[in-house]
C-alpha cells in the first residue's frame, strides 16, 4: 500500500518540506540551505516517509481532537458515554484521531499544501467515539527559509465540539549537524501549570462550558506570551500536565520535554477549547 508523500520547495532559498499527507499530514522534514550543505531540522524514523513507522514518533504529529491522554478508555459528555481505544502502555486514549489517519490533499502549489481531515467525511466511525463533527485544515507554506504553519478547526455541527490541539515536533541533535554528545544536558523541573479559567474558576470538565469572548482571548493569548518569555529567560521551567480529562476552556499550553535521546527531543504544545456552532 502506497501512502501519499508530498514535497513542497522554495524556489528562491531552496527550502523543502515533505509532508505525509497519508499518515496524519505530518510535516517529517524540513531541509534548509546552509551555506555549501543542506540541513534537516526535524527528526524522523529512518522509513517513516514509508508510512510504516510509529505516526506520533518523528516529525510534527497533530494531535486532535485531544492531545495527551484520556484516562482510561472512556469519557461522559452531556449525559453520554463515548468509548475510545487504549493507545499507550497504560489502557488510556491517547493523541486524538487524526495523527494517524490519511488526510486530503485541497489545495497545492510548489511551495506550499493544504490538507484537510473531517470526521464525517474521511472515517465516519470516529462520530460514535466523539460528541460532535469535526473539520481541520492545516496549510503548510515556504517563504525563503520560513516555515508557516496555519490550522485552522471548524464545526460543522449542530452540536458543541469539545476539542483539544496540540503540536508535538521531533528536532534534531544538534539543531546544525553533529552528535548529539556534543549537547549539553540542562535539568527540567516539572510542575503543573495553572489551570484557571479566564473567571479564576478551577478549569472544568467535559460536564459544563461557557462561551469565550474576544477579550478573554486575547488576555490569555497574551499571557503566554509572557510564559514564552519566561522560559526563555529561564524564570519559569517547563510545564507538564497530563490531565486525567479533556478541558473545555483555553488552558495554558505544554512545554515538557518528552524524548532526550542520541539525536532527538521532543515538544509538545497544547491548547484546549470547548467550540460551538453558533
Known amino acids: 500500500m502506497t501512502v501519499e508523500n508530498i514535497t513542497i520547495r522554495d524556489p528562491h532559498s531552496g527550502t523543502t518540506a515533505r509532508v505525509l499527507t497519508g499518515l496524519g499530514s505530518n510535516l517529517y522534514s524540513l531541509c534548509v540551505p546552509i551555506g555549501d550543505r543542506e540541513v534537516d531540522l526535524l527528526w524522523a524514523a529512518e522509513d517513516f ?7 506520533s514518533g518523528s516529525g510534527i504529529p497533530i494531535l ?8 482510561g478508555t472512556g469519557f461522559e459528555w452531556e449525559e453520554k458515554s463515548y468509548a ?6 497504560f489502557g488510556n486514549a491517547i493523541h486524538g484521531f487524526v495523527y494517524n489517519r490519511p488526510w486530503r490533499v485541497t489545495a497545492q502549489t510548489e ?6 481531515f473531517q470526521a464525517s467525511v474521511d472515517d465516519a466511525t470516529i462520530l460514535e467515539r466523539w460528541p460532535a463533527d469535526f473539520k481541520i485544515t492545516m496549510v503548510y507554506e515556504l517563504h525563503d527559509r520560513t516555515l508557516e504553519l496555519r ?27 553533529g552528535h548529539a554528545d556534543e549537547c549539553t544536558k ?7 501549570a495553572d489551570r484557571r479559567d479566564f473567571r479564576g474558576d478551577e478549569c472544568r470538565g467535559f460536564t459544563e462550558r461557557h462561551r469565550l469572548s474576544r477579550h478573554a482571548l486575547r488576555r490569555r493569548l497574551h499571557g503566554l506570551d ?9 524564570h519559569s521551567r517547563a510545564v507538564d500536565r497530563y490531565a ?35
Do not use: K
Request: with cysteine; glycine share 10%; aromatic share 8%.
Open 49 to 55: 516517509g514509508r508510512g510504516t513507522e510509529r505516526p
Open 64 to 71: 486532535f481532537p485531544f492531545p495527551g491522554r484520556i484516562a
Open 84 to 89: 475510545l481505544e487504549a493507545g499507550d502502555a
Open 111 to 116: 511551495s506550499s499544501l493544504t490538507t484537510q
Open 151 to 177: 490550522c485552522t478547526v471548524e464545526n460543522p455541527d449542530s452540536r458543541p465540539l469539545p476539542f483539544g490541539l496540540g503540536f508535538h515536533p521531533y528536532f534534531r541533535l544538534p539543531l546544525l549537524g
Open 186 to 192: 540542562v535539568g527540567i523541573t516539572r510542575h503543573v
Open 226 to 234: 509572557r510564559q514564552r518569555r519566561q522560559v526563555r529567560s529561564g
Open 244 to 278: 486525567s480529562r479533556p478541558c473545555v476552556r483555553f488552558a495554558i499550553p505544554r512545554m515538557r520535554c518528552l524524548h532526550t535521546g542520541t539525536s532527538r527531543c521532543g515538544l509538545c504544545r497544547a491548547l484546549h477549547v470547548c467550540s460551538q456552532r453558533y
